[in-house]
């Protein structure tokens, strides 16, 4: 039977009330099946109800991203979704603790680590100083900049080497030494300037026993440390240009000597506390080598310049004495008279009469060894120089017993063999029988 609905003057006093006494809208039949389809829907959302149940809100999320127990007061309705700035905020604000842990990891790699606050002195009272000390996590500095010093030396070799290359259209072998010079040319410049304004800022100059004093040097400046992990990074980046430059293989161990020696030298004076003798000497051959690979570079546009090789032949050798003075002056006779000579690896103090030796033995075989490889440089040029501007020697005819060149060889064409227009062919004879 369909629902039927009255209105209140054919209610009769018969009809059925409602839970609270009010006359029901529908016929007692059709009650009866909206109470059946009723218990029918709550058996229905009994079984449903476990894929129906919201997920518990995370412990991570924004506490106002969760749901508030009292906003459901009342009958249960469909939520609509989210607004747009709703669900960026909740997950920006899920994705937070992995953006703090991300960022804690990076810091080791660009920012210096094991700094060290002193406090104000009455020299300094105004500002306290903040200095470094080296560690195991410079080694992840190194790395990240590393791979900055590989992105720098790529864009030098696309928009300023290789547009000049195509300009002056190289030889393979220009082109090689081309590149290399110009590289080396710009970070030697780099690394000059940048050296000698901290020899400036901190008085090395005015200063010299500075080099000594107050030994071990453990703690650094900013600047000081940030040098060191430059250099650092930019001679391990060497190795992967090797394969990147497509280097030759008759090259690689040329090229494998050097960035070793660079390595060993820079490390040496950063772990032994020896940063101040350290800076001054890569300066000095800083500069000389800088003369060298411009000069290079200029001779590789006009091979008729020459001076720029003359000027650095002599501040090479003038280079190498004065790394030489220096460094005796330094390790022989300021760090053998200092007091504290214990071998303390707690304090970095490493002045003990080995690593002295050890030093000054490593020191003046390298500076025999650049001296040898110079002195071969200057004389395959000298041989080169002689040899391109020598005369011609011509070749002297035979005399014969009236005092008279024989014109006979020449005749018979080069060597004494007869050529078709040589003097003694058929037809020339004929000629003169005629």
């Not at 200095?131 to 300023?160: N, P, R, S």
Request: charged share 15%; net charge positive; with cysteine.
């Amino acid at each position: 039977m369909p629902f039927v609905y009255t209105t209140d003057h054919q209610r009769g006093p018969d009809w059925p009330r409602g839970p609270e006494g009010t006359v029901s809208a529908v016929c007692p039949t059709a009650r009866g099946a909206l109470v059946q389809a009723q218990s029918v829907g709550a058996r229905i959302l009994n079984e449903l109800q476990p894929s129906l149940a919201p997920p518990q809100p995370l412990q991570t999320l924004n506490p106002a991203c969760r749901e508030s127990p009292s906003a459901s007061a009342g009958p249960i309705t469909t939520a609509g979704p989210r607004p747009p700035v709703a669900r960026w905020r909740c997950g920006l604000a899920a994705r937070a603790p992995a953006a703090q842990i991300t960022a804690k990891a990076s810091i080791i790699f660009v920012t210096l680590q094991y700094n060290v606050t002193l406090p104000a002195t009455e020299e300094q009272a105004t500002e306290s100083a903040s200095l470094y000390y080296y560690g195991i996590k410079d080694l992840a500095t190194v790395f990240f900049y590393m791979l900055v010093a590989i992105i720098i030396h790529a864009i030098i070799q696309e928009y300023v080497l290789d547009k000049i290359n195509r300009r002056m259209h190289f030889s393979k072998t220009k082109h090689s030494k081309f590149n290399e010079s110009g590289q080396l040319s710009a970070f030697y410049l780099f690394a000059c300037i940048w050296g000698a304004f901290i020899l400036i800022s901190e008085n090395y100059i005015s200063d010299p026993t500075i080099l000594w004093r107050a030994y071990p040097h453990n703690l650094m400046t900013f600047q000081m440390k940030f040098f060191y992990i430059s250099q650092l990074a930019y001679w391990f980046h060497a190795f992967p240009e090797l394969y990147f430059q497509k280097t030759k293989k008759e090259d690689i161990p040329r090229q494998l000597v050097y960035i070793g020696l660079y390595l060993f030298h820079i490390a040496g004076a950063y772990l032994l506390n020896l940063n101040h003798l350290g800076l001054v000497l890569l300066v000095l051959h800083y500069f000389v080598e800088f003369l060298f690979h411009i000069s290079r570079l200029f001779y590789f546009s006009d091979e008729k310049y020459q001076k720029g090789f003359s000027l650095w032949a002599v501040l090479f050798v003038l280079g190498r004495l004065l790394t030489l003075i220096l460094s005796v002056l330094t390790v022989g006779f300021g760090l053998a008279r200092a007091e504290n000579q214990k071998l303390d690896f707690s304090t970095g103090n490493f002045n003990v009469l080995a690593v002295r030796i050890a030093v000054l033995a490593s020191i003046c075989i390298t500076q025999a060894f650049m001296m040898w490889k110079f002195i071969n440089f200057q004389l395959r040029r000298w041989r080169e120089h002689s040899t391109f501007q020598a005369p011609p020697v011509r070749k002297k005819l035979p005399m014969t017993k009236g005092g008279r060149s024989s014109r006979k060889g020449t005749e018979n064409g080069v060597n004494g063999t007869v050529t078709s227009n040589g003097a003694d062919s058929p037809r020339n004879r004929k000629e003169k029988s005629t």
